[in-house]
């Protein structure tokens, strides 16, 4: 004689299997939600780092402007980003964090969480003194010039951390080295025209795009 399975027994089996199925439903459903996610606050900050580098762009303009189309020195008594600050606004304050929103990349929160990054773009430097300015009428393709791109942080005990101020092709400091490819594996990088793509640090134009400047 077959034991008998009462019409309850069978209804509770069922609604175990029922609810095994909607847990996996939900896994899957909250792991695509959370990587779409992701992927849109990864879009969002790289957004936000490229309207910084065409703001530094309107500010580098600016300061030409007033200094017989010369740029910035890119690190004499002061760091160029100092004397974009500054000459934007006389009271700037190179700890203050809000002050800082526009040289700091927001990837840099992610990719150093423990640090209080302020600055994190650095200027090219390559062919000239870092406490030499020079001028905009000496370069002849600007498209093909990179001027300002994501940089590591500098190494040290204080709580408050800036980037390198400049780069170079191999002398101090390679951008090779010492750029922070935070974005997919890709700086983000300013040209001399106002235009900003993202580049893979072994890009065999990388070399051109930097030796351009000054040229």
Not at 31 to 42: D, P
Not at 50 to 65: E, G, R, V
Not at 111 to 136: D, F, H, Q
Request: charge should be positive.
């Amino acid at each position: 004689m077959k034991p008998c399975i009462s019409t309850r027994s069978r209804q509770e089996a069922f609604t175990l299997i029922e609810l095994l199925v909607s847990v996996s439903i939900i896994a899957i459903l909250a792991s695509l939600v959370f990587g779409g996610f992701s992927r849109v606050m990864e879009g969002s900050r790289l957004s936000t780092c490229t309207a910084n580098l065409k703001l530094l762009y309107s500010l580098a303009q600016q300061y030409t402007q007033d200094n017989n189309n010369a740029l910035p020195p890119a690190m004499s008594t002061q760091s160029w980003m100092i004397s974009l600050g500054k000459a934007e606004n006389p009271q700037y304050t190179t700890t203050d964090p809000v002050q800082n929103k526009k040289y700091r990349c927001p990837e840099a929160a992610f990719t150093y969480p423990p640090a209080k990054v302020l600055r994190t773009y650095a200027m090219n430097a390559e062919g000239i003194p870092a406490a030499t300015s020079i001028s905009l009428l000496k370069n002849t393709h600007p498209a093909q010039t990179l001027y300002i791109t994501d940089i590591k942080y500098q190494d040290g005990n204080s709580e408050l951390r800036s980037g390198y101020a400049y780069f170079r092709l191999t002398s101090s400091f390679p951008l090779s080295q010492y750029g922070d490819a935070r974005h997919h594996g890709r700086i983000n990088g300013l040209f001399l025209d106002g235009h900003v793509a993202l580049l893979a640090l072994d890009d065999p134009k990388l070399t051109e795009y930097i030796t351009n400047f000054g040229n």
